[in-house]
């Protein structure tokens, strides 16, 4: 395999997932992995612990790296793409390739502003640290085949790759970007219910969790459609029914519904 230096540009939750699980399965040596943040405790905390090179600044890493993740929040985007070019030949990022978690860049903005670069879009959410992340990578990349193969080598390290047409990745933010805090949303609300009812709240908050890892795996596994499955549990009279119920009676569906689609209009206004 080809040994490639890897920058993170940007070390917030989202990279911290990537990076701690591709050293950890040895996917990627630390000694390979240089990181720049604006916070200086937060690049001292992740090359103590983790062992990865820190940049003096973005600059930096972008010269002496082949790939650049680009992971900071979109405010900061900007200011990050700015900052990168300054040590290299004047709009010429020949030899580099630049892989963006960032919500809303897409891949047209990406090409523009890193001439020269191989850029792929990649939309994660953070299951990634357990190495159950979705990873939406859009289909109008420019990385080479042999580039991507690497690339979605690593990827699958933390969960599982898609590949999406670039109108798509709205959609995608708002499912599975977003997904995982209506997941936990859920988990709340569910393990409220069990302590309502007289269990722990460390036990309620376990059994809650566990259920819709279950429910999860079920769905990818099985080869049935989640109705299917709904309606193996619903026994006729049974207390499962009266919970669907109740779910319907409070707009379960449409809520869940509107918050998909609330977070991808939040996208489409992030995109540029």
Known sequence: ??????????????????????????????????????????????????????????????????????????????????????????????????????????????????????????????????????????????????LMEWATGLLERCGRVFFVDEGDMEAVTGLSGSGPAYGFVFIEAMADAGVRLGLSRATAYRMAAQTLAGAGRMALESGQIPAAMKDAVCSPGGTTIEGVCALERGGFRASVIDAVCASAAKAAVLRG
């Open 1 to 146: 395999m080809v040994r490639r230096k890897v920058g993170f540009v940007g070390l917030g939750n989202m990279a911290q997932a990537l990076l701690r699980r591709w050293i950890a399965s040895g996917a990627l040596p630390a000694k390979d992995v240089y990181g720049y943040d604006p916070d200086e405790s937060l690049c001292g905390s992740l090359r103590d612990s983790l062992g990865i090179n820190v940049a003096g600044d973005n600059s930096e890493l972008a010269l002496i790296c082949d790939v650049i993740v680009l992971a900071v929040k979109p405010r900061y985007v900007e200011d990050a793409l700015a900052q990168l070019g300054l040590r290299l030949p004047v709009g010429d990022y020949s030899g580099k390739a630049v892989l963006s978690v960032v919500t809303g860049l897409t891949t047209a903005a990406l090409k523009e502003r890193l001439h020269g670069a191989e850029v792929a879009r990649v939309m994660p959410n953070t299951p990634a640290l357990v190495g159950e992340g979705v990873f939406a990578v859009s289909r109008q990349h420019t990385f080479s085949e042999e």
